[in-house]
């Protein structure tokens, strides 16, 4: 051999595992397969600190190679043999021992400090235990018995909104341990539905409950408007309807009456308003427009009536109002003037409370002009028609007067002229040609 070992190693190294390095190597225990094979002389002869004694040859173990069992025989101050002192290890399950397998794989049924593997040794033991965290806390990773958490464990893990054991997926809990939630689209306990969107005018609420008129809500298609509220007066009415006229609610502020049908003439119009003596409409219980019924005042002359008390007159004849006023049978005399009646009748009945100074009733009747000036379209202080009315005795106030009617005149009050006395038929017939024929 010219090669010195180191440089046999060296070249060993750049030319790795050739066989031709292995046989020059020698001394190198790892490869000498051959030497091992020789129990007796290999346990006598080669070093102590090699593993491959212990393990591979057990009988040649005992006294003489053994480091500990070598020091206690052979340090025992009485020189007697005891004998190994038991320890954990020593394969024997010694007193305080629970279990004693001879290893050192913390991982089997034997801890390596010989007590029996169980579940929250914080030891895994392989193939029995999943994992053992050493604690009781079920909230972890690692639940009872050991197992790595999971859905359906019945214990809410960490991830999870709930775990209630079961594979019911619509119940409280779904299968994936989410927790159950208003909107996961699944209809949960205390849920009424679960639409799983997010609009609030459909069939399910965001809620998580139905639909329904009251909810505040309004559902497209089904309610016009939804205020939450049962109050038939404002403006969403019954059954999430919006408020309007004819739907025989009153709205408060905006109606003043509904009577909810299409009759615009009774008491409530199809406006909703009350029908009034001033609408210029005939409604409510008018006989004719804004007048008549027992609600406004009596109707005029003319007008539609029901009952005498319809008409100013309170005469109703025919349906229709009529004077009430009852004449003499005067011959019809065109030529009478306002002279003709001072001279013949004022002057002589109707003074002196109605010339002179006199003016009772407001009335001055001292001469012809006069007289024609206070009276002619002129109204009256005692009734609802002007004291005269040229060409009509039924609007002529002065007329009831003189024939004891005046009650019977529209608005008509106070006593019959003259007061205190009369007129004879040809004194009424002066006045009431002059009237009829143009009070001229
Ligand atoms: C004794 C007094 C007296 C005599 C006479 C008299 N009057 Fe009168 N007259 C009155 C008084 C008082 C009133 C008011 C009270 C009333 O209307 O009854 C009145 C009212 C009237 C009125 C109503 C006026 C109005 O505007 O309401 C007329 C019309 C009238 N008299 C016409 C006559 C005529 C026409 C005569 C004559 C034929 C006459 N009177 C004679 C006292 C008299």
Redesign the pocket.
Known sequence: MLRTPSLTLLACATILLLPACSDDGGGTGASQGGSSSDGTSAGSTTAPGTDSDATTNPSTTSPTTDPTTTNSTTTDPTGASTGPAPFCGDGAVDAGEECDDGNDVDTDFCLNTCKKAVCGDSVVQAVVEECDDGNMDNTDACVDGCKNATCGDGFVGPGEGCDDGNMVDNDGCSNTCASASCGDGKVDAGEECDDGNMVDTDACLTTCKNAVCGDGKVQAGKETCDDGNMVDTDACVGMCVAAKCGDGFVQAGVEECDDANMVDNDVCSNACKMASCADKVKNGAETDVDCGGNTCAPCEIAKVCKVNADCQSDTCTNGKCASGLMLPACQDNMAVTATNVFMS??SV??AP??TGVGQ????NMKDAATLKANTVGVA????AIP?VTASNLDNS??IY??LGQQLKAPGGG??S?????S?TMAEQCTVINWVKFGAK
């Open positions: 009748v004022v009945k109707c409370c109605h009772s009733g407001g009335l009256s202080t005692n009734a004291r106030f002065l007067k003189i106070g006593s002229m003259p007061l205190g006395g007129l």
